[in-house]
């Protein structure tokens, strides 16, 4: 995936020794091809941001982007800005997050124990597909729990949260309150990666509501509101409500007739979801996956 291109990818200082690495959401534009493939519609058309912290030569990568030509701009935007060590650390075993681990195969990758047993379970299939994500190369350091990580003058902690993927895992920094999210969170519509799981994801989402929080930074949002400083915490309610409604849809048939604009408009008129119409595709693939899982029972 080295040619893939990434004239459109921006770099973002959202916050004092925060980069957002963000593509995508470009009107018209695509970097595989016309067809459905995991990069454009999974992820290029929704808009995805990776995340490094930095501070005193040393950087860590929140997520590896959607190809090689992305993770390379990462670092050495991350060298050029003085990083003398690096280490990356994956948020879930999404292809999305992961594509890029090659370029960094000679640092620390963390992950999560669950996340390297599914990367490895999902190796073969991943070199498969497209695009091809071969050599993915797999965490060297492998955690249970709450990961508490130095960089430089930053304290990072990794924190289990179990929404949208069995495997999440949260990025907050105590000292700014900040909270990267990974796919936890995501503007405007959550993606059901396990439908049969929603119930657990709303507890995770109460759960998520009870940590000391200011700001929010999704991996698929909107680039203004990540530049100008991230999400405000509604945006974790307005998931809440979201996926609340989602389950609804098995009792209450006539909401899955309803668009996105329509199924979440109160969070969109709050401002707590920015409305983006790549984002309806979501939402059907939402109701139809919700639906199957309960008559599958």
Not at 34 to 58: K, Q, R, T, V
Not at 101 to 111: G, H, K, M, R, W
Not at 199 to 228: K, M, N, Y
């Amino acid at each position: 995936m080295h040619g893939v291109s990434t004239s459109t990818l921006r770099v973002l200082e959202p916050a004092e020794g925060v980069l957002a690495f963000y593509d995508g959401r470009v009107p018209g534009r695509r970097l595989v091809s016309p067809s459905w493939n995991w990069l454009d519609d999974a992820a290029y058309e929704l808009g995805i941001a990776s995340y490094a912290l930095i501070s005193d030569g040393e950087a860590l990568v929140y997520d590896t982007s959607i190809s090689l030509a992305h993770a390379g701009v990462i670092r050495r935007e991350l060298e050029h800005r003085g990083a003398r060590s690096i280490r990356v650390a994956l948020s879930h075993h999404h292809r999305d997050h992961v594509a890029g681990t090659e370029v960094f195969a000679d640092c620390p990758i963390l992950s999560s124990r669950k996340t390297a047993q599914a990367l490895a379970e999902k190796r073969d299939s991943y070199a498969r597909s497209t695009p091809p994500i071969s050599p993915l190369v797999m965490p060297t350091q492998v955690f249970d729990g709450t990961l508490t990580v130095q960089v430089g003058s930053m304290t990072a902690q990794l924190r289990p949260l179990d929404i949208h993927s069995f495997d999440g895992t949260a990025l907050y920094l105590p000292q700014t309150r900040l909270l990267f999210a990974g796919d936890a969170l995501e503007d405007c519509a959550t993606y059901v990666a396990e439908p049969e799981r929603l119930s657990r994801h709303l507890a995770e989402l109460e759960r998520l509501q009870t940590w000391d929080v200011d700001a929010v930074f999704p991996c698929h949002g909107d680039p203004d509101r990540i530049a100008a400083g991230g999400y405000a915490t509604s945006l974790i309610p307005a998931t809440h409500s979201y996926v609340s409604r989602l389950l609804r849809c098995r009792q209450a048939p006539d909401l899955a007739d309803l668009t996105l604009q329509a199924f979440a408009a109160d969070s969109f008129r709050t401002g707590a979801l920015i409305y983006h119409d790549a984002y309806e595709d979501v939402h059907q693939d939402n109701l139809r996956a919700v639906l199957e899982a309960d008559s599958s029972v």
